[in-house]
């Protein structure tokens, strides 16, 4: 235990830490700090050494089960389950259809999209030591996001995931 929160667990009648150490780290840009295991969150650590003081919240509420099965199979052996009410959402559900090109109905009938940008030519260009972007893939991202703006998919209901931290 951090040696600055053994006052506040000495004195404290319950510690409740939210979160998921599953999921994203601490952001620790220091050598140092990484060295003295500042990149390991005080959850993670409690995890490791008292795995039965850790609740797994087994259900998600953000996306569609073949999206949620992935990471339910990789970081929770399978336990973690998507809500029946999203479960099997789609975004033909959200849309008049009647306004969908024949090209946009892959991005209307499928949970996801991958765009495999191999041969496109578009360059990455690198940030800094530990990150790049891609202009080019970012504008088709913002372009496709527009439309789905256009046809009327609520702003709240988009999400972007980007393997780059500088494109982001």
């Not at 620790?28 to 797994?56: F, K, N, Y």
């Not at 892959?106 to 030591?129: F, H, I, R």
């Not at 913002?142 to 780059?164: H, K, T, W």
Request: charged content about 20%; overall charge negative.
């Amino acid at each position: 235990l951090d040696s600055q929160l053994v006052p506040v667990v000495v004195r404290a009648r319950r510690l409740i830490l939210a979160g998921d150490h599953l999921q994203l780290p601490p952001v620790v840009l220091s050598q140092a700090g990484r060295e003295r295991g500042l990149d390991i969150s005080m959850l993670e650590r409690v995890a490791r050494h008292c795995p039965d003081c850790v609740t797994l919240l087994s259900t998600q509420y953000r996306s569609h089960s073949l999206i949620s099965a992935w990471s339910s199979q990789q970081f929770y052996g399978g336990h973690l389950v998507a809500d029946y009410g999203n479960c099997g959402q789609l975004l033909s559900q959200l849309v008049d259809m009647k306004k969908v090109s024949m090209q946009e109905r892959v991005w209307t009938e499928s949970p996801m999209l991958w765009l495999d940008s191999k041969g496109c030519n578009w360059e990455e260009q690198a940030e800094d030591e530990e990150s790049v972007s891609n202009c080019d893939e970012a504008v088709t991202v913002a372009d496709m996001v527009s439309r789905f703006l256009q046809l009327g998919v609520r702003q709240e209901m988009i999400g972007v995931i980007s393997p780059y931290w500088a494109q982001v």
